[in-house]
């Protein structure tokens, strides 16, 4: 039997190399090093080289969060809801009817498809994390419901994707 191995060799990087990749400055950097998220070799008390496995590693993590931002600059909660053909007022009323709490589970789901954290959400449903929180864990009663919201926001030119 033939067996094919990949081996990954990790070269460390100097300082600019790795400003470059995680598009921070020297604060940052120095951050990551004191809280032990970005290892390095020292040689006296200069820094010669930092471990690209981490750089690589904390660079995802920035990008996520971009993108993320980069969502949500995309699809407002209030156009989510007008798109959907909820009410706002409706949404954030007190009102517990089981057709009001379906539309909240379903426009919570969508806005964690598009980045938001459950306490925007609960800000914007005029509730709190917690309740988010059961909305959301709640939302497979809504399934079908949420996957034609997300496809409607599709097609209505919404991408939940981030364009290349």
């Known amino acids: 039997m033939l067996f094919n191995k990949i081996t990954l060799i990790f070269v460390d990087m100097n300082k600019e190399e790795a ?17 032990g998220k970005l290892r ?5 008390s200069r820094i010669s080289d930092y471990n690209d496995g981490d750089i690589y590693r904390l660079a995802m993590k920035r990008k996520n969060r971009r993108d ?5 600059s995309i699809l407002t909660p209030q156009q989510i809801a007008g798109a959907l053909g909820f009410g706002i007022d409706g949404l954030k009323s007190q009102d517990r009817s089981v057709s009001l709490v379906d539309r909240r589970r379903i426009v919570a789901s969508v806005m964690k498809a598009y980045g938001y954290t459950q306490i925007q959400t609960g800000e914007f ?30 097609k209505l030119g919404y991408v939940k994707e981030k364009k290349e």
């Open 40 to 44: 390095c070799t020292k040689i006296g």
């Open 125 to 154: 449903l005029n509730r709190d994390h917690s309740t988010v929180a059961i909305l959301l864990k709640s939302s497979y009663l809504v399934e079908r419901e949420i996957n034609e919201a997300l496809h409607l926001l599709n």
């Open 19 to 35: 400003l470059d990749i995680l598009q921070t400055n020297q604060a940052i950097l120095s951050y990551y090093i004191r809280t």
């Open 68 to 72: 993320r931002k980069d969502m949500q």
